[in-house]
């Protein structure tokens, strides 16, 4: 198999897939700001309800989820979709009907997650970890064997392909604990279980499946030197490697030192990776103004920060051990993962929409020079308004942990931004619709 960084553009996958997965992101996201918005005019209206308290009550639980399922997960699925199949040059096996029957476990599973949390009834947490462990085991067999037969060797392959372990591991875990919530005396709960879920969730699942994606995309939409091939190489296996020694010694040796050690090289290949990533955007050819290097960098910060929260968690500097856990939480998931997701987007929904409307033209040219450019199809007036709202909801969702009172504005400005996002992406996917049925003939409709 020979190594080429080359993609493939006759394996994109018909439009509606990735682009299912893309709208209904926002949605999640939504729904997880009006929770947000009804938490905080509960504690305006009652004196006794007490919010982010503690990284373990309910409503933390329930919020982080409906982002991290509904609207991450989402979103990097369908981008995994996307991205496997013009990497590789291989289609996930299934084609249209498997990313049906994942999208559908995903959102249905998300919706039962949703409705199980409000009402506690066991049989909905059973039913919506059966939906979402199917789905996600579907993704993960077929992942696995689209990267296993791909005609070329690439390093977001192999990034992807440990991504793709660290899924399995990580629905193992999270379905566990859903059923722990669900039947805890049956099943007993154990806490430690919660931190490994996470770590293989943000760190192997999402980190590295950005981390392999970055690697294409970021050259490719910025126009900067290409990642070095040793580093392509070599930092999604020396992170995975230690993403297994830090969830294994945190598992076993929680406070220890050597837990705090192991901790900071995961976090420290995050660094040099997120410190790369600022080089090369630095080193892009057009300095034009371009929103998705804003949230990059936004990211970039982000995780600086959280780093120095953690450590000051860890070692419990401040003395508001939970609060300073939920502050690095918002952080990391918010501000980094969120704030990189939604900024490539800015760069993929544009790029591929106008891909497959190129390709409904069949080579007609008049056809092809009716066609709007890049920046007027996802303009850049609202993917400005977007990053701002973005900041401001990060900027509220984060004084929410120390103010809660601010609880209600922190769930609108999360609401008013996920709408606009779903506004852009759905007057774009209309844009394209519209495109293939005048572009293609009668029959082929």
């Not at 193992?172 to 430690?192: C, I, K, N, Q, T």
């Not at 040793?230 to 993403?243: A, E, G, H, I, K």
């Not at 969830?247 to 220890?256: C, I, L, N, R, W």
């Not at 504005?409 to 606009?420: C, D, K, N, R």
Request: aromatic share 14%.
């Amino acid at each position: 198999m020979k190594a080429d960084a080359t993609l493939n553009f006759d394996f994109v996958p018909y439009w509606t897939i990735p682009y299912r997965f893309f709208l209904t992101a926002p949605l999640f996201a939504v729904l997880a700001g009006i929770v947000l918005s009804l938490l905080g005019i509960q504690l305006l209206l009652s004196e006794d309800i007490a919010l982010w308290q503690s990284r373990w009550i309910k409503d933390v639980i329930f919020t982080l989820h409906l982002i991290t399922i509904g609207t991450i997960t989402m979103v990097m699925v369908g981008a995994l979709f996307q991205i496997t199949s013009v990497v590789g040059g291989r289609l996930l096996p299934g084609g249209r009907l498997v990313a049906a029957v994942v999208y559908g476990c995903l959102a249905s599973g998300g919706g039962l997650f949703f409705i199980a949390m409000l009402n506690g009834v066991a049989e909905w947490y059973a039913a919506a970890a059966c939906l979402l462990v199917l789905g996600l085991l579907v993704l993960v067999v077929c992942g696995l064997i689209a990267i296993a037969r791909a005609q070329r060797y690439s390093p977001t392959l192999m990034s992807m392909r440990l991504s793709l372990l660290s899924l399995l591991i990580m629905i193992s875990v999270g379905a566990a604990l859903l059923l722990m919530h669900g039947y805890p005396e049956s099943v007993g709960f154990d806490r430690r279980w919660t931190d490994f879920h996470l770590l293989w969730a943000l760190a192997g699942w999402i980190g590295l499946l950005i981390m392999g994606v970055s690697f294409q995309v970021i050259p490719m939409f910025h126009v900067t030197p290409s990642f070095n091939v040793t580093f392509q190489r070599w930092m999604p296996v020396v992170t995975f490697l230690s993403l297994i020694t830090a969830s294994v010694v945190e598992f076993f040796y929680s406070g220890a030192w050597g837990t705090s050690i192991i901790m900071g090289v995961l976090l420290g290949c995050f660094g040099i990776y997120a410190a790369y990533v600022w080089v090369l955007l630095s080193k892009r050819k057009r300095k034009i103004e371009d929103i998705t290097v804003l949230f990059w960098k936004t990211a970039a910060i982000s995780l600086a920060v959280f780093s120095i929260l953690h450590f000051v968690f860890k070692f419990d500097v401040w003395g508001k051990g939970d609060q300073t856990w939920l502050l690095s939480g918002v952080l990391l998931v918010f501000g980094v993962i969120v704030s990189v997701i939604v900024g490539m987007l800015q760069k993929i929904i544009p790029f591929l929409s106008y891909l497959h409307m190129q390709r409904f033209c069949a080579g007609d040219f008049e056809a092809i020079k009716s066609l709007p450019h890049m920046r007027a199809i996802l303009k850049i007036k609202h993917s400005r308004y977007f990053y701002r709202l973005h900041l401001s909801s990060l900027a509220l969702l984060l004084l929410m942990i120390v103010i809660p009172e601010i609880t209600l504005l922190a769930g609108l400005s999360v609401s008013i931004e996920f709408s606009l996002l779903f506004f852009m992406t759905a007057r774009v996917a209309v844009m394209v619709w519209k495109a293939e049925r005048n572009c293609l003939p009668a029959s082929a409709a």
